[in-house]
Protein backbone atom coordinates (compact mmCIF):
# COMPACT_ATOMS: atom_id res chain seq x y z
CA UNK A 1 0.00 0.00 0.00
CA UNK A 2 2.83 2.20 1.41
CA UNK A 3 4.51 1.67 -2.06
CA UNK A 4 1.62 2.69 -4.27
CA UNK A 5 1.10 5.60 -3.04
CA UNK A 6 4.51 6.86 -2.93
CA UNK A 7 4.49 5.64 -6.57
CA UNK A 8 1.62 7.67 -6.86
CA UNK A 9 3.34 10.44 -5.65
CA UNK A 10 6.46 10.13 -7.77
CA UNK A 11 4.28 10.27 -10.74
CA UNK A 12 2.19 13.28 -9.91
CA UNK A 13 5.15 15.05 -9.34
CA UNK A 14 6.69 14.53 -12.57
CA UNK A 15 3.70 14.92 -14.41
CA UNK A 16 3.49 18.71 -12.37
CA UNK A 17 7.39 18.99 -13.95
CA UNK A 18 6.38 18.33 -17.52
CA UNK A 19 3.69 20.70 -17.50
CA UNK A 20 6.23 23.69 -16.07
CA UNK A 21 8.54 22.61 -18.20
CA UNK A 22 5.77 22.77 -21.23
CA UNK A 23 4.05 26.04 -19.88
CA UNK A 24 5.15 28.83 -22.32
CA UNK A 25 6.14 31.87 -20.24
CA UNK A 26 4.22 34.60 -19.95
CA UNK A 27 4.58 38.25 -20.01
CA UNK A 28 7.89 39.63 -18.68
CA UNK A 29 9.70 36.79 -18.60
CA UNK A 30 9.05 36.34 -23.15
CA UNK A 31 10.65 39.38 -22.85
CA UNK A 32 13.66 38.37 -21.11
CA UNK A 33 13.73 34.99 -23.03
CA UNK A 34 13.53 36.42 -26.21
CA UNK A 35 16.57 38.91 -25.90
CA UNK A 36 18.50 36.11 -24.15
CA UNK A 37 17.69 34.00 -27.29
CA UNK A 38 18.68 36.86 -30.09
CA UNK A 39 22.23 38.12 -28.93
CA UNK A 40 22.55 41.10 -31.47
CA UNK A 41 19.02 42.53 -29.34
CA UNK A 42 21.01 42.26 -25.92
CA UNK A 43 23.90 44.47 -27.28
CA UNK A 44 21.56 46.76 -28.74
CA UNK A 45 19.79 47.09 -25.34
CA UNK A 46 23.06 47.86 -23.61
CA UNK A 47 24.21 50.04 -26.35
CA UNK A 48 21.06 51.86 -26.22
CA UNK A 49 21.24 51.80 -22.49
CA UNK A 50 24.82 53.21 -22.23
CA UNK A 51 23.86 56.18 -24.90
CA UNK A 52 20.85 57.43 -23.30
CA UNK A 53 22.43 57.29 -19.75
CA UNK A 54 25.40 58.90 -20.94
CA UNK A 55 23.46 61.49 -23.06
CA UNK A 56 21.35 62.64 -20.40
CA UNK A 57 24.31 62.68 -18.01
CA UNK A 58 25.79 65.76 -19.73
CA UNK A 59 22.93 67.08 -21.03
CA UNK A 60 21.70 67.82 -17.62
CA UNK A 61 25.22 69.37 -17.15
CA UNK A 62 25.63 71.42 -20.27
CA UNK A 63 24.75 74.41 -20.59
CA UNK A 64 23.30 75.20 -24.12
CA UNK A 65 24.26 78.78 -24.70
CA UNK A 66 27.91 78.23 -24.06
CA UNK A 67 27.94 75.02 -26.17
CA UNK A 68 26.65 76.81 -28.73
CA UNK A 69 28.73 79.93 -28.08
CA UNK A 70 29.75 81.20 -31.58
CA UNK A 71 33.72 81.75 -31.92
CA UNK A 72 35.44 82.67 -34.98
CA UNK A 73 38.95 82.12 -34.16
CA UNK A 74 38.35 78.26 -33.79
CA UNK A 75 36.58 77.86 -37.47
CA UNK A 76 36.62 74.09 -38.18
CA UNK A 77 39.68 73.48 -35.91
CA UNK A 78 40.80 69.49 -36.20
CA UNK A 79 40.26 67.21 -33.61
CA UNK A 80 42.63 67.45 -30.24
CA UNK A 81 44.90 64.89 -28.71
CA UNK A 82 43.03 62.58 -26.95
CA UNK A 83 43.58 62.75 -23.08
CA UNK A 84 40.94 62.54 -19.99
CA UNK A 85 41.74 66.53 -19.41
CA UNK A 86 40.11 67.54 -22.41
CA UNK A 87 36.78 65.09 -21.15
CA UNK A 88 36.82 67.18 -18.01
CA UNK A 89 37.26 70.67 -19.48
CA UNK A 90 33.97 68.89 -21.85
CA UNK A 91 32.07 68.08 -18.76
CA UNK A 92 33.01 71.53 -17.21
CA UNK A 93 31.36 73.27 -20.32
CA UNK A 94 34.36 74.44 -21.71
CA UNK A 95 35.94 73.97 -25.48
CA UNK A 96 37.18 70.67 -25.12
CA UNK A 97 38.23 70.41 -29.41
CA UNK A 98 38.34 66.73 -29.06
CA UNK A 99 36.16 66.21 -31.90
CA UNK A 100 37.16 70.02 -33.25
CA UNK A 101 35.07 72.57 -33.89
CA UNK A 102 32.50 73.64 -36.78
CA UNK A 103 32.02 75.98 -39.37
CA UNK A 104 31.61 78.41 -36.46
CA UNK A 105 33.74 77.73 -33.74
CA UNK A 106 31.54 75.35 -31.56
CA UNK A 107 32.67 72.17 -30.04
CA UNK A 108 31.51 69.16 -31.86
CA UNK A 109 32.28 66.60 -28.87
CA UNK A 110 29.84 68.63 -26.36
CA UNK A 111 27.31 69.32 -29.21
CA UNK A 112 27.12 65.67 -29.69
CA UNK A 113 25.46 65.19 -26.49
CA UNK A 114 23.14 68.40 -26.69
CA UNK A 115 21.97 67.52 -29.77
CA UNK A 116 21.16 63.96 -29.06
CA UNK A 117 19.52 65.04 -25.97
CA UNK A 118 17.18 67.37 -27.79
CA UNK A 119 16.82 64.32 -30.20
CA UNK A 120 15.67 61.96 -27.78
CA UNK A 121 13.39 64.73 -25.76
CA UNK A 122 11.68 65.60 -29.39
CA UNK A 123 11.15 61.98 -30.28
CA UNK A 124 9.79 61.14 -26.81
CA UNK A 125 7.13 64.23 -26.12
CA UNK A 126 5.95 63.86 -29.86
CA UNK A 127 5.74 60.13 -29.62
CA UNK A 128 3.61 60.58 -26.27
CA UNK A 129 1.54 62.98 -27.77
CA UNK A 130 0.35 61.20 -30.93
CA UNK A 131 0.35 58.05 -28.88
CA UNK A 132 -2.07 59.55 -26.12
CA UNK A 133 -4.36 60.94 -29.19
CA UNK A 134 -4.76 58.33 -31.39
CA UNK A 135 -4.91 55.38 -28.70
CA UNK A 136 -8.11 57.11 -27.04
CA UNK A 137 -9.47 58.17 -30.71
CA UNK A 138 -9.15 54.19 -32.16
CA UNK A 139 -10.18 53.01 -28.50
CA UNK A 140 -13.27 55.34 -28.88
CA UNK A 141 -13.94 54.38 -32.89
CA UNK A 142 -13.54 50.53 -31.47
CA UNK A 143 -15.70 50.73 -28.58
CA UNK A 144 -18.69 52.30 -30.27
CA UNK A 145 -18.43 51.16 -33.66
CA UNK A 146 -21.21 52.18 -35.97
CA UNK A 147 -21.74 56.03 -36.89
CA UNK A 148 -18.73 56.71 -34.06
CA UNK A 149 -16.00 54.73 -35.70
CA UNK A 150 -17.21 55.83 -39.32
CA UNK A 151 -16.56 59.45 -38.01
CA UNK A 152 -13.57 59.17 -36.70
CA UNK A 153 -12.05 56.77 -39.51
CA UNK A 154 -13.05 59.27 -42.09
CA UNK A 155 -11.07 62.23 -40.88
CA UNK A 156 -8.48 59.92 -39.75
CA UNK A 157 -7.93 58.74 -43.42
CA UNK A 158 -8.38 62.63 -44.78
CA UNK A 159 -5.11 63.18 -42.57
CA UNK A 160 -3.80 60.16 -43.46
CA UNK A 161 -3.74 60.87 -47.25
CA UNK A 162 -2.27 64.47 -46.44
CA UNK A 163 1.63 65.11 -47.74
CA UNK A 164 2.49 65.48 -43.68
CA UNK A 165 6.18 65.44 -44.71
CA UNK A 166 5.29 68.95 -46.41
CA UNK A 167 3.09 70.34 -44.63
CA UNK A 168 5.10 70.17 -41.88
CA UNK A 169 7.20 71.87 -43.86
CA UNK A 170 4.97 74.62 -44.36
CA UNK A 171 3.99 75.09 -40.74
CA UNK A 172 7.33 75.13 -39.70
CA UNK A 173 8.47 77.97 -41.87
CA UNK A 174 5.78 80.30 -41.01
CA UNK A 175 6.32 80.13 -37.65
CA UNK A 176 8.09 83.21 -36.56
CA UNK A 177 9.86 82.66 -33.74
CA UNK A 178 10.55 78.44 -33.63
CA UNK A 179 12.09 76.66 -30.45
CA UNK A 180 11.81 72.65 -29.35
CA UNK A 181 8.45 73.02 -28.02
CA UNK A 182 7.10 74.42 -31.24
CA UNK A 183 8.37 72.27 -33.12
CA UNK A 184 7.18 69.24 -30.83
CA UNK A 185 3.45 70.49 -31.49
CA UNK A 186 4.03 70.81 -35.32
CA UNK A 187 5.38 67.48 -35.50
CA UNK A 188 2.53 65.96 -33.43
CA UNK A 189 -0.48 67.39 -35.29
CA UNK A 190 -0.62 64.99 -38.13
CA UNK A 191 1.53 62.34 -36.86
CA UNK A 192 -1.22 60.51 -35.29
CA UNK A 193 -3.30 58.35 -37.68
CA UNK A 194 -1.19 55.36 -37.31
CA UNK A 195 -2.10 54.72 -33.43
CA UNK A 196 -5.82 55.28 -34.13
CA UNK A 197 -6.16 53.02 -36.78
CA UNK A 198 -4.15 49.97 -35.39
CA UNK A 199 -5.49 50.37 -31.97
CA UNK A 200 -8.64 50.94 -33.75
CA UNK A 201 -8.36 47.47 -35.52
CA UNK A 202 -7.75 45.77 -32.16
CA UNK A 203 -10.42 47.41 -30.65
CA UNK A 204 -13.09 46.50 -32.43
CA UNK A 205 -12.32 42.86 -31.94
CA UNK A 206 -12.34 43.30 -28.13
CA UNK A 207 -15.57 45.17 -27.96
CA UNK A 208 -17.66 41.94 -29.16
CA UNK A 209 -15.97 39.24 -26.27
CA UNK A 210 -17.89 38.34 -23.71
CA UNK A 211 -16.45 39.93 -20.87
CA UNK A 212 -16.88 43.82 -22.53
CA UNK A 213 -20.58 42.80 -22.58
CA UNK A 214 -20.70 41.09 -19.24
CA UNK A 215 -19.05 44.38 -17.94
CA UNK A 216 -21.95 46.30 -20.17
CA UNK A 217 -24.48 44.55 -18.33
CA UNK A 218 -23.63 44.35 -14.68
CA UNK A 219 -23.53 48.46 -15.14
CA UNK A 220 -20.06 49.24 -15.45
CA UNK A 221 -18.68 52.86 -16.73
CA UNK A 222 -17.73 53.36 -19.93
CA UNK A 223 -14.54 55.06 -18.83
CA UNK A 224 -13.64 51.98 -16.65
CA UNK A 225 -14.10 49.27 -19.49
CA UNK A 226 -12.66 51.38 -22.27
CA UNK A 227 -9.23 52.02 -19.83
CA UNK A 228 -9.03 49.33 -17.12
CA UNK A 229 -10.39 46.62 -19.26
CA UNK A 230 -9.65 46.77 -23.02
CA UNK A 231 -6.74 49.34 -22.58
CA UNK A 232 -4.77 46.31 -20.68
CA UNK A 233 -5.43 43.60 -23.36
CA UNK A 234 -4.16 46.28 -25.83
CA UNK A 235 -0.39 46.69 -24.06
CA UNK A 236 1.79 44.39 -26.60
CA UNK A 237 0.67 46.35 -29.34
CA UNK A 238 1.15 49.57 -28.25
CA UNK A 239 4.25 48.90 -26.93
CA UNK A 240 5.71 47.91 -29.82
CA UNK A 241 4.23 50.28 -31.88
CA UNK A 242 5.74 53.43 -29.48
CA UNK A 243 9.79 51.65 -29.86
CA UNK A 244 8.99 51.92 -33.82
CA UNK A 245 7.46 55.04 -33.99
CA UNK A 246 10.05 56.66 -31.61
CA UNK A 247 12.61 55.64 -33.80
CA UNK A 248 10.56 56.55 -36.65
CA UNK A 249 10.38 59.99 -34.70
CA UNK A 250 14.36 60.36 -34.32
CA UNK A 251 14.78 60.10 -38.21
CA UNK A 252 11.90 62.75 -39.18
CA UNK A 253 13.94 65.40 -36.46
CA UNK A 254 17.10 64.90 -37.84
CA UNK A 255 15.76 64.70 -41.28
CA UNK A 256 13.96 68.20 -41.42
CA UNK A 257 16.50 69.70 -39.71
CA UNK A 258 19.02 68.33 -42.16
CA UNK A 259 17.08 69.78 -44.89
CA UNK A 260 17.11 73.23 -42.88
CA UNK A 261 13.43 73.19 -41.70
CA UNK A 262 14.60 71.63 -38.40
CA UNK A 263 15.36 73.60 -35.25
CA UNK A 264 17.09 77.25 -35.48
CA UNK A 265 20.34 77.32 -35.76
CA UNK A 266 21.30 78.52 -31.92
CA UNK A 267 19.45 74.88 -31.07
CA UNK A 268 22.26 72.19 -31.56
CA UNK A 269 21.03 69.35 -33.56
CA UNK A 270 22.25 65.85 -35.19
CA UNK A 271 20.68 66.78 -38.75
CA UNK A 272 22.72 70.20 -38.81
CA UNK A 273 25.88 68.42 -37.57
CA UNK A 274 25.54 66.04 -40.48
CA UNK A 275 24.04 68.46 -42.62
CA UNK A 276 27.77 69.74 -43.41
CA UNK A 277 29.01 67.06 -45.60
CA UNK A 278 26.67 68.67 -48.03
CA UNK A 279 29.58 70.37 -48.79
CA UNK A 280 32.25 68.21 -51.09
CA UNK A 281 35.28 70.19 -49.42
CA UNK A 282 33.81 69.15 -45.75
CA UNK A 283 32.81 65.32 -46.82
CA UNK A 284 36.45 64.65 -47.73
CA UNK A 285 38.30 67.04 -46.04
CA UNK A 286 36.63 67.55 -42.46
CA UNK A 287 34.96 64.32 -41.30
CA UNK A 288 35.18 65.53 -37.80
CA UNK A 289 32.63 67.60 -38.56
CA UNK A 290 29.49 65.28 -39.96
CA UNK A 291 30.84 61.91 -39.20
CA UNK A 292 30.63 61.40 -35.36
CA UNK A 293 26.80 62.71 -35.66
CA UNK A 294 25.93 60.44 -38.59
CA UNK A 295 27.86 57.53 -36.21
CA UNK A 296 25.49 58.47 -33.20
CA UNK A 297 22.31 58.73 -35.38
CA UNK A 298 23.29 55.21 -36.94
CA UNK A 299 23.82 53.31 -33.40
CA UNK A 300 20.75 55.05 -32.05
CA UNK A 301 18.63 53.82 -35.19
CA UNK A 302 19.84 50.39 -35.29
CA UNK A 303 19.53 49.90 -32.07
CA UNK A 304 16.31 51.02 -31.37
CA UNK A 305 15.03 48.94 -34.40
CA UNK A 306 17.35 45.69 -32.94
CA UNK A 307 14.97 46.12 -29.38
CA UNK A 308 11.95 46.86 -30.90
CA UNK A 309 11.95 44.07 -33.50
CA UNK A 310 12.96 41.81 -30.26
CA UNK A 311 9.99 43.12 -28.44
CA UNK A 312 7.78 42.43 -31.48
CA UNK A 313 8.37 38.90 -31.75
CA UNK A 314 7.67 38.45 -28.06
CA UNK A 315 4.04 39.30 -28.51
CA UNK A 316 3.42 36.56 -31.30
CA UNK A 317 3.96 33.21 -30.80
CA UNK A 318 4.78 32.30 -34.05
CA UNK A 319 7.55 34.67 -34.56
CA UNK A 320 9.34 34.03 -31.08
CA UNK A 321 13.17 32.66 -31.00
CA UNK A 322 12.76 30.97 -27.66
Known sequence: MEDKIKSQEVLSETASEQQAESTPPMGFKVIVREFKKDKMAMFALGVLTI??????????????????????LHHFKEPADFNFGLIADAWNGEKSMILGTDDYGRDIFTQLFLAT???????????????????????????????????????????MTLPTTMIIIVFLVLVPKQNIWSFI?????????????IVRSKALSESRLDYISASKTIGTPTWKIIILEMLP?????????????????????????????????QTASL????????????????????????????????????????????????????
Open 51 to 72: LLVTTLAWYLRLDADTVMDVNI
Open 117 to 159: GNSVLIAIAVTTIIATVGIALGLIAGYYGGMVDNAIMRITDFV
Open 185 to 197: FIMSVFSWTGYAR
Open 233 to 265: NLTSLITVQLILSYAGNIGLETGLTFLGYGLPD
Open 271 to 322: GRLVSAATTPYNLEFRPWVWLPASTVILVLMLSINYVGQALKRSTDAKQRLG
